[in-house]
């Protein structure tokens, strides 16, 4: 009998064992995992602890791995990547998110097997150019990423859709970027989790929450907006992608709306059942220049190709997260 096989590369990460945890509920799938646990006490094995997988691979050993069992593999799901905004080693970022995804797409291409990427929102920069996923060889390559990470991602997008161009892809290939996602799973992150999940143990222990203060004038404390979805609205969109093969591209993942950081923390504290009460604190000087005041996915393109479902609201989201998750002894999905 032939196998099903999914291979999710940073499958134990945040995004990643959400996509496996809602894939694994088809049983005529067999989720393959390639990442790295790190220290047990961090807890990432927690987050593919709840649901059965087919296998667990080391990055190192993954194209081996492929080779061995290219015929069985259905589709690569690319989560992995170096997604500190701080990381201050560049050659590791481009290793990561560019090198190790070029040779990704073209063993794809090669064997024919199908690929779905994280690309991120931190191509657009500080969004002068807008947040519309076009496509266009020329929009892509005039984006200005503000950091290593963004630039990393924008120069593989570029590379796919040079790659699709030439007609040498896999028979599909879709990039995601990726906006805030926040939602179950990101224990491990450190201070790269959500805002929700950073400030989720001052408002259950009764204190005060802090946000950034704003250095715009037309900003005000706590105002900085980004455009916050919901994780569970990403493993949808992964899970329609491979309902329909013949869609190929790069698409926007967000809510469409943009939401103020001040507002996710009100909806955190109305979860727990508690009046707001928050403080602002000097944003570091080291990000200062670099900080994003405002994102805002463009989502007509991914509705328009027939995606079905509408995003959750950050209420709704976050009311969630905190009943379900947050707020339990187990809080992973």
């Not at 096989?5 to 393959?32: H, Q, Y």
């Amino acid at each position: 009998m032939t196998r099903r096989i999914v291979f999710v590369t940073g499958g134990a990460g945040f995004i990643g064992s959400n996509i496996a945890a809602r894939l694994a509920e088809d049983r005529s799938l067999d989720i393959v995992i390639c990442d790295r646990l790190r220290e047990a006490e961090l807890g990432k094995w927690r987050n593919i602890a709840k649901h059965p997988i087919g296998d667990f691979v080391a990055p190192e050993g993954m194209f081996e791995w492929l080779e061995k069992r290219w015929r069985d593999v259905e589709v690569v799901i690319h989560m992995a990547a170096v997604s500190s905004t701080t990381e201050p080693d560049a050659d590791k970022i481009v290793h990561s998110n560019f090198t190790l995804s070029r040779d990704l797409f073209r063993w794809c291409a090669d064997r024919q097997r199908r690929l779905i990427y994280a690309s991120s929102a931190a191509t657009y920069g500080a969004g002068a150019q807008g947040f519309v996923d076009d496509n266009d060889y020329e929009a892509l390559v005039a984006l200005r990423p503000l950091n290593t990470y963004g630039w990393s991602k924008a120069l593989f997008d570029v590379f796919a859709v040079r790659q699709a161009s030439r007609d040498y892809a896999p028979p599909q290939w879709v990039g995601l970027k990726f906006f805030n996602v926040y939602g179950p799973n990101e224990e491990h992150k450190g201070a790269m989790k959500s805002v929700a999940a950073q400030i989720w143990p001052h408002v259950r222990d009764g204190h005060s929450v802090q946000l950034f203060k704003s250095y715009r004038k037309d900003v005000p404390d706590g105002g900085q907006k980004r455009d916050f979805v919901y994780v569970r609205d990403a493993a949808d969109v992964v899970e329609w992608l491979m309902l329909n093969p013949g869609l190929n591209g790069i698409f926007n993942l967000g809510s469409g709306q943009a939401r103020s950081f001040e507002d996710m923390a009100k909806a955190v504290f109305k979860a727990a059942g508690r009046e707001p009460a928050i403080d602002y604190t000097p944003m570091p000087p080291a990000i200062r220049d670099k900080y994003q005041y405002f994102t805002e996915a463009k989502m007509e393109r991914l509705f328009q190709a027939g995606y079905p479902k509408p995003m959750t609201p950050l209420e709704e989201g976050i009311g969630d997260y905190v009943t379900h998750y947050l707020s339990q002894p187990d809080p992973y999905r």
